[in-house]
């Protein structure tokens, strides 16, 4: 879940999984604990998602279903940050992805801190404090850092940098081999992000995902807080010289016909309030110099009767030149969208067979089980994307497009309808009964049914299928590997006049302000009075799309009720989760993501599950995987930190696993 929003599954923490079950049936297998080597060429992991274009794929093959079994803890490092103290005020959720440069991790901890650890032994080389002003903040995250390595004529200070996004709206630039600020960068080390967006309330403007090297400039977007009001801060993406700090270019996501705004009396740009906004994962396409940006929508996420135009970019694919900022294309994933179906997941760039050729394209996992396939230059679609009628909404003063975008290759990740006769709400009889009593004084229409004053079901929910956590790329088998959620949610729509003098201070949880429309939305997740889920199991899978089919290859319920209800035996439900799989060429899928302290290995080919380690915390993170030298061991990495929202165990651990 993205860091922006008490809507999300923060229900999630209250499921109160399956008390009533006398019975339970524990997963494992035997695991083939033969020892094994590969040798080969070292292979890094320099940016976020495994490259600057988020394949999530790494080369080596050390690790295979032969050999996973053997692996073992190599080192564990820790931050220092003391999950107990951290949440007597905010919560946290240690969601970062190491990067690697030089024999040297780079990540940043819940509260911005950037951590320099050795990559083979794991000792800490420095820490970087940038002293966060916490006010206003209820949650604390940072998915992770970009690092820029200057040529190599230059020598000296600065001449890699990490760059670092905070919670308090700044960019960062830190000498990447002692620690410190590069005090040539803006202001002494550092950009306030906040300039040029007007008015600003508290925690409502900042990045939590890294930002983008490109060339000599550094991209960052940011998330602006979900559903306060209609007009808070604009989603404006910018452009700053790696070297001196300076603004090269801002996109401003309005509609064409919109004219940029004047600059303020001190010559300062300004940018137009209430857009889209990118708070997931930019990617870029090096040769041809190109950046992806994964919009939301407008705030407020529920109610669009009053966004004059500016869902123009919302919910969109958006091609920029990263020379000028210019968009190239854009393609929109959802119209006018009034179900927080943002664009969740980085974009990723991979080359496609079709009909004998391939094609350079990017990949977009949605919300909604939607895979668009795009060509990489154009935006234009390589399968035909079916524009199909979907149910108005009934709510005075709001309206719905007529029609949505569906691909039709590949197929829906996710199921469009909540009450699938062959699989039952809930996991008893008992279960079935009351959400069944419940789902029918609910609109239910299947997917895209817009939020109402009765109430409706959003199947999918907020949440998923696919989310931040993304997918990996598989290129030898053409697979795309994703883990989904797949959790059902209310919707209300409540007249203001119902809920008068209601104030942040007393706002029932799960209502949503939205100050100055007309109305409130109440968000729930769609539980029995027990606490359980209202959809059908799993609650959470991990799958793999076959893109010479189109079809899924498999697909495995993620997660079990381990640690949830300890009292019983583990359960293999499939679990809400938060993180993405990376994909290796030993074909071995790895993933934490789940509501269990747990790293799991599984068999590209098959799904099958090869190996299950428990973990000190939650690994609501995505992992990665390197070889330093040529010959030397290959490397698996993962945060194990926890995630308040979804109630998981709290820490501060980085493990890395090798074969012995």
Not at 108 to 125: K, W, Y
Not at 163 to 181: E, K, N, P, Y
Not at 334 to 361: C, F, N, T
Not at 453 to 462: A, V
Request: glycine share 12%.
């Amino acid at each position: 879940m993205s860091a922006r929003r008490g809507s999300r599954a923060r229900h999630c923490d209250a499921i109160v999984l399956i008390a009533m079950l006398g019975v339970a049936t524990a997963c494992g297998q035997a695991i083939d604990d033969t020892p094994g080597r590969g040798t080969g060429p070292a292979a890094g992991w320099p940016a976020y998602g495994g490259d600057a274009g988020g394949s999530r794929y790494s080369p080596l093959s050390d690790i295979t279903p032969h050999t996973v079994g053997a692996l073992r803890v190599a080192w564990t490092y820790h931050t220092g940050e003391s999950p107990d103290a951290a949440t007597r005020a905010h919560e946290t959720a240690f969601q970062a992805t190491p990067i690697l440069d030089d024999g040297t991790l780079y990540l940043c901890s819940p509260d911005n801190r950037v951590h320099a650890v050795d990559a083979e032994t794991g000792a800490g080389q420095f820490v970087y404090d940038p002293r966060i002003d916490y006010r206003g903040s209820w949650s604390l995250t940072c998915r992770g850092v970009a690092l820029w390595r200057g040529p190599a004529s230059e020598d000296g200070i600065c001449t890699r940098r990490v760059f670092v996004g905070t919670m308090d709206a700044r960019l960062i630039a830190i000498d990447a081999s002692s620690g410190q600020v590069c005090r040539d960068f803006g202001r002494e080390g550092e950009v306030d992000l906040l300039v040029g967006l007007g008015e600003v309330q508290d925690a409502e403007a900042y990045p939590t995902s890294p930002p983008l090297v490109v060339g000599d400039v550094v991209v960052i977007g940011g998330l602006v807080a979900d559903n306060r009001r209609v007009d808070p801060p604009g989603g404006v993406i910018r452009a700053y010289d790696v070297r001196t700090g300076a603004l090269r270019w801002a996109f401003d996501p309005v509609p064409p016909d919109v004219a940029p705004l004047a600059p303020d009396p001190a010559g300062t740009q300004r940018f137009h309030r209430g857009t889209p906004n990118a708070w997931s994962i930019l990617s870029a396409d090096l040769e041809r110099g190109l950046v992806f940006v994964p919009f939301g929508g407008p705030s407020p996420d529920f109610f669009g009767g009053l966004r004059h135009g500016f869902d123009y970019f919302g919910s969109s694919l958006v091609a920029l030149d990263a020379r000028t900022g210019e968009s190239v294309w854009r393609f929109q994933t959802v119209h006018h969208d009034l179900w927080d179906y943002d664009v969740p997941a980085q974009p990723m760039l991979i080359d496609v067979e079709k009909d004998g050729r391939r094609i350079a394209a990017v990949a977009q996992a949605t919300k909604m089980g939607h895979i668009f396939l795009l060509d990489r230059e154009t935006g234009v679609p390589l399968y035909p994307v079916e524009e199909r009628p979907v149910p108005q909404t009934d709510v005075p003063g709001e309206w719905t497009s007529p029609t949505q975008p569906f691909p039709t290759f590949p197929e829906p990740t996710h199921p469009h309808r909540l009450d699938d006769e062959a699989s039952p709400l809930g996991i008893t009889p008992l279960d079935r009964w009351l959400c069944e009593r419940t789902l029918a004084d609910l609109r239910n229409e299947g997917i895209f049914t817009p939020p109402s004053l009765q109430g409706s079901i959003q199947y999918p929910g907020t949440a998923g299928g696919v989310d931040w956590g993304g997918m990996a790329w598989d290129p030898e088998r053409q697979l795309l590997v994703m883990a989904q959620n797949r959790i059902a949610q209310v919707q209300t729509v409540v007249p203001r006049e119902q809920l008068p003098g209601i104030t942040e201070a007393d706002r029932p949880d799960g209502l949503l302000m939205q100050h100055g429309t007309p109305y409130y939305t109440r968000t729930q997740v769609f539980l029995t009075p027990f606490g359980t889920p209202c959809s059908p199991l799993p609650w959470g899978t991990l799958l793999a799309v076959d893109l010479t089919t189109g079809k899924k290859a498999w697909e495995v319920p993620l997660g079990t009720t381990r640690d949830l209800v300890p009292w019983l035996p583990a359960m293999e439900l499939g679990l809400p989760h938060m993180g993405g799989p990376i994909s290796t060429a030993g074909g071995v899928v790895f993933i934490g993501a789940a509501m269990d302290d747990s790293l799991r290995a599984y068999s590209s080919e098959t799904g099958e599950k090869l190996l299950e380690v428990r973990l000190p915390a939650g690994a609501q993170a995505t992992p990665m995987t390197y070889r330093l030298r040529d010959d030397g061991p290959q490397f698996v990495v993962i945060a194990a930190g926890g995630h308040a929202t979804l109630g998981t165990t709290h820490g501060d651990h980085l493990i890395a696993f090798t074969l012995p």
